[in-house]
C-alpha cells in the first residue's frame, strides 16, 4: 500500500459525459501527479500540481482539467468523455516538486461506452 | 523527441536470474526508475537510480546504468513466481518544460515459469 488513495475505483460513463476523479496524497507529500495509461498510449504524464498550484503540464487535452484543494487533495475532471478515453488513470504523489521518488495509487479504471 | 523503449516479454524459470533492459535517449535525467505493475494494481516504485551512478544493488534487484549508451538494466536474482509482472523503466523528463514528468517505456511482461 503505497499511501496514496484514489476513488472512485471503476467508473463506467456514457459518451459526451463528464466525470471527476479523486486523489489523496501521502501523508505529507505536497506533490500530486496525474498519469492515465492506455493500451495504446502506454503510460502518460499529465499534469502536476504542488502545494495548490499547477507545476507541470503534459499531454492533458483541453476537455479535461485538474486542481489541488488546500488539504492537499487533487481532483481530475474529465468532460465530454470519448470513447477514447477509456483508460486507468493514476495519481501519484512525491514529497517535494523534483525529482523525488513518485508514489503510485491504485488507479481508477474509467470506462466510456 | 522523448523515448523509453524495453523489449515487451520476458520469460525465465523460477530460481533463475531475470535481466529486463531499457535505452531512453534524454541525456539529461537525473533520475532512472523501475516500477512493477501486477494485474488489476497500481504501479510500485521497486528501485531508482540517480544518474551519476554506476550500480545500485537492493536485496534481490541490481540496476545497471550505462549513461554513455543511455542503456538501463534490472537484474532480479532468484526469480519468483510472485515476481511475474510487468515492469517500466521510466526516467525524469527534463526536456519539453516539465522537469517532474516521468516519461515510461511500454513495459516488459515478465513470465516466471516452473
Known amino acids: 500500500d503505497s499511501g496514496v488513495t484514489q476513488t472512485p475505483k471503476h467508473l463506467i460513463t456514457a459518451t459526451g459525459q463528464r466525470v471527476t476523479l479523486r486523489c489523496s496524497p501521502r501523508?505529507?507529500?505536497?506533490?500530486v501527479y496525474w498519469y492515465q495509461q492506455s493500451l495504446d498510449q502506454g503510460l502518460q504524464f499529465l499534469i502536476q500540481?504542488?502545494?495548490?498550484?499547477?507545476?507541470a503540464k503534459g499531454n492533458i487535452l483541453e476537455r479535461f482539467s485538474a486542481q489541488q484543494f488546500p488539504d492537499l487533495h487533487s481532483e481530475l475532471n474529465l468532460s465530454s468523455l470519448e470513447l477514447g478515453d477509456s483508460a486507468l488513470y493514476f495519481c501519484?504523489?512525491?514529497?517535494?516538486?523534483?525529482?523525488?521518488?513518485?508514489?503510485f495509487g491504485p488507479g481508477t479504471r474509467l470506462t466510456v461506452l | 523527441g522523448e523515448d523509453v523503449e524495453q523489449s515487451l516479454f520476458l520469460s525465465v524459470r523460477e530460481g533463475d536470474s531475470s535481466v529486463i533492459n531499457c535505452t531512453y535517449t534524454?541525456?539529461?535525467?537525473?533520475?532512472l526508475y523501475w516500477y512493477k505493475q501486477e494485474p488489476g494494481a497500481g504501479l510500485q516504485l521497486l528501485t531508482y537510480?540517480?544518474?551519476?551512478?554506476d550500480m545500485k544493488q537492493d536485496q534481490r534487484l541490481t540496476v545497471l546504468l550505462n549513461k554513455k549508451d543511455k542503456h538501463l538494466s534490472l537484474r532480479i536474482a532468484d526469480t519468483q513466481t510472485g515476481d511475474s509482472a510487468i515492469y517500466f523503466c521510466?526516467?525524469?523528463?527534463?526536456?519539453?518544460?516539465?522537469?517532474?514528468?516521468?516519461?515510461f517505456g511500454a513495459g516488459t511482461r515478465l513470465a516466471v515459469h516452473p
Open positions: 501519484a504523489s512525491s514529497v517535494a516538486g523534483q525529482d523525488n521518488e513518485q508514489f
Open positions: 500540481y504542488y502545494n495548490g498550484e499547477e507545476r
Open positions: 521510466a526516467e525524469n523528463g527534463r526536456r519539453s518544460g516539465g522537469y517532474n514528468k516521468l516519461i
Open positions: 537510480i540517480f544518474s551519476n551512478m
Open positions: 501523508s505529507g507529500d505536497l506533490s
Open positions: 534524454d541525456s539529461s535525467s537525473t533520475y
